[in-house]
């Protein structure tokens, strides 16, 4: 156990013992166990304690071994981000280790922050590999088991494999190569999985690659095959990634990949948020080669487009309108499952209040959500306003109810309205109230006066009589002014200022009663 | 303008127009409108005010959280006016309806750091069938509901112009 203190003592120094011990798999469990505390305190360790509550008991006694070494270690381990890579692709070989036993338990513990949406499939997917693990981790103290697991002979047995888990246990906040390297490794782990070494082999010189197809299988990932399946269902851009995800590994624990690529996916977004100066080239690099891994690896033509978009897309959240919702975390944003799914909240928010500019006229000028919900309550107002003003003209107006009248009225209904020469006249007079209604941002009195009480519409009477006093006047003809509203306010402003002016001076006194 | 003739039956604008023109004729068919006077005048008012609504809810059919709530809220009225025992019962049942068709859209209503719930509050009284809504659903609604009151007021204007020349 000398090693282990080693590790505990060192922050990466340790990866030299682990380097040393890395073809053993015993000691390896050893060093796992340490790497795992390392890991964990550097970078798992507040996810660890978020996700306890959701984890298996496992993960929460796994994390609870883990945690109290690593509880020493969790100030003083701070990966240095340079330097140390050989070493770090040591300890990354070590935890792609402990990821082909099914799962790592930090990732088990990171638990999708899209438990929101479909917790149950999510961290079902999560922690149905991930049992093992923890089991596996559990038993890693006593050195054998892991042994015992077949994955970890593929993937040890990878050369560029240590190289990818060094830079995958620098994920802790450290350069975005070394986020990447989640990716990797998650790549490794489904490697692991799918025993499929042509993988690695592509994989050692683009550890972006991961990223990509982990977002995809990260996006399809959930429930074993039937997700998968349906993540084979084409969708937009973004589910080409994962349609892409689901071609490439048809029932091959492609759960656990898209489970791995999730947890690769958070742990990714992580440490970008908590990386504060990320370099993006680097990134892009990573994300290029990733690119070119994808093809190479996954050989579908799909993956081009879709590791293109999902490169892309990398700064986006994704949402596959499946039926749980996919969300990344941005970059340098929280991820915890709260507040993506306040972000999740907010962008559908703020998509409804873009409809609803649209459809409310003089929206366009107001900015903020405060204003335009005022601007939407008033044109909601002004709208009830205007039926009740109808209604009540409808109950004044004498129908002359011929045999036709109905039908000529249905057929009316749907005419053109500048086809009805008659029509300016009313309308405009209609308009006349219509427009002391609603204004936008123009507070006349007579508005409040003339609505909202039902007793005032009474005083309407007289106005109706005023109104159509007003039909004498040379309107301009305004066609389809009683289409828009917007149309109303301007033409308040230009024409019907003196006309109502004219024709409800004589009402205004009793409409402002009220 | 080249504003066809023909119109889509099945559009919103063709099921509110049919269904207030019929309501419209009832009403003018129960009572002649010779008198006008005020309270005469007045409650015309009302009945049709409830038929248009009446008519744009049954448009809607329920397929809005807003046209269910005027719907329940409209045959909670005319049930209580009918029999006032028969709103309780009524009121019970129609309830645990909206209720159930609410919660399915309705999360816990909370500043969820966007900031503007003394408008959203204002907004929930507008709509109806606000009260049950988190602010996503309470937007869309408004939305449709916005789209429905612009339809039932061009064609009501439409109608009014019909009659009043």
């Known amino acids: 156990m000398e090693k282990d203190q080693v590790f505990m003592g060192e922050g990466l120094n340790r990866a030299a013992a682990v380097q040393a011990g890395w073809n053993s798999c015993s000691f390896g ?4 166990t340490d790497e795992l505390n390392c890991v964990g305190s550097c970078f798992l360790n507040p996810k660890w304690h978020n996700s306890m509550d959701q984890s298996d008991p496992f993960e929460s006694a796994l994390s609870s071994m883990v945690c109290s070494p690593a509880a020493s270690n969790a100030g003083s381990t701070n990966f240095p981000a340079s330097g140390d890579n050989t070493m770090m692709t040591d300890l990354i070989g070590k935890l792609g280790n402990i990821c082909n036993t099914g799962d790592i338990s930090p990732q088990s513990l990171i638990k999708p922050p899209n438990n929101n949406n479909n917790c149950s499939s999510n961290t079902s ?8 693990p923890p089991k596996l981790n559990l038993s890693m103290m006593g050195g054998n088991q892991i042994l015992k697991h077949p994955s970890l002979v593929p993937v040890s047995a990878d050369p560029g494999f240590a190289e990818r888990a060094a830079r995958f246990s620098c994920f802790n906040g450290l350069n975005a190569q070394l986020g990447v390297t989640e990716a990797e490794f998650v790549q490794l782990t489904r490697v692991s999985t799918n025993q499929s070494i042509m993988v ?11 990223k990509n ?9 959930d429930k074993r095959n039937s997700r998968l399946s349906r993540c084979s269902s084409p969708e937009n851009g973004d589910s080409k990634d994962e349609s892409s995800i689901s071609e490439q590994i048809p029932g091959v624990g492609s759960s656990i990949k898209a489970q791995n690529d999730a947890n690769a996916r958070k742990r990714k977004s992580m440490p970008r948020g908590k990386a504060k100066e990320t370099p993006s080239p680097a990134a892009a690099d990573a994300k290029i080669a990733e690119e070119n891994d994808e093809s190479t690896a996954k050989r579908s033509k799909q993956q081009n487009d879709s590791a293109k978009a999902e490169n892309k897309e990398n700064p986006k959240p994704p949402e596959p309108p499946k039926d749980y919702i996919h969300v990344r975390a941005r970059r340098g944003q929280a991820t915890d499952s709260h507040s993506l799914a306040e972000r999740v909240r907010r962008e ?21 959500k405060a204003l335009m919900l005022d601007e939407i309550i008033n044109y909601v107002q002004s709208l009830q306003r205007q039926v009740e003003f109808l209604s009540m003209k409808l109950a004044t107006v004498n129908p002359r109810m011929n045999a036709n009248t109905e039908a000529l009225l249905s057929k009316d209904m749907f005419r053109s309205r500048g086809s009805l020469p008659h029509s300016h006249y009313p309308m405009d007079s209609s308009a006349l109230a ?27 009477n007289p106005a109706n009589a005023a109104l159509h006093k007003t039909q004498g006047l040379q309107l301009p003809p305004v066609d389809g002014i009683s289409d828009a509203n917007p149309q109303i306010g301007s033409f308040w402003d230009d024409d019907l200022q003196s006309i109502v002016q004219m024709g409800f001076g004589q009402n205004q006194p009793q409409s402002c009663q009220s | 303008m080249n504003n066809p003739h023909h119109l889509n039956p099945t559009s919103l604008k063709s099921r509110f127009t049919t269904r207030f023109l019929r309501a419209l004729t009832k009403i003018r068919a129960q009572k002649p409108i010779s008198s ?21 809810a049954y448009s809607v059919r329920s397929r809005r959280i807003w046209s269910r709530a005027m719907l329940w809220k409209l045959r ?9 025992c028969s709103g309780r019962r009524f009121g019970k049942t129609n309830q645990a309806i909206m209720k159930k068709s609410s919660n399915e859209n309705t999360t816990t209503r909370r500043e969820d750091g966007v900031g503007f719930v003394e408008e959203a509050d204002e907004l929930r009284q507008l709509v109806p069938g606000g009260e049950t809504m988190n602010l996503c659903n309470l937007l869309d609604e408004t939305a449709h509901y916005i789209k429905c009151l612009t339809t039932q007021v061009q064609v009501m204007k439409k109608i009014a112009d019909f009659y009043s020349f």
């Open chain 1, 434 to 460: 219509f427009g002391l209604r609603y204004q936008p941002q123009q507070g006349l009195p007579m508005n409040n006066g003339i609505s909202n009480d039902t007793q005032v519409q009474f005083s309407m």
């Open chain 1, 125 to 132: 997917c999560y922690t149905s590999p991930l049992d093992s």
């Open chain 1, 29 to 32: 469990m050893e060093m796992e």
């Open chain 1, 213 to 221: 197809t982990l977002q995809d299988g990260n996006s399809c990932s």
């Open chain 2, 36 to 56: 006008s006077s005020p309270t005469e005048i007045f409650r015309r008012y009302r009945r049709i005010k409830v038929a248009a609504d009446k008519s744009m």
């Open chain 2, 76 to 84: 909670s009225r005319s049930y209580r006016r009918q029999d006032p």
């Open chain 1, 348 to 368: 559908k928010i703020s998509e409804r209040m873009k409809f609803l500019q649209d459809l409310v006229p003089g929206c366009n000028k107001v900015t903020g």
């Open chain 1, 200 to 210: 690695t082999g592509s994989q050692v010189h683009v550890p972006d690659s991961n």
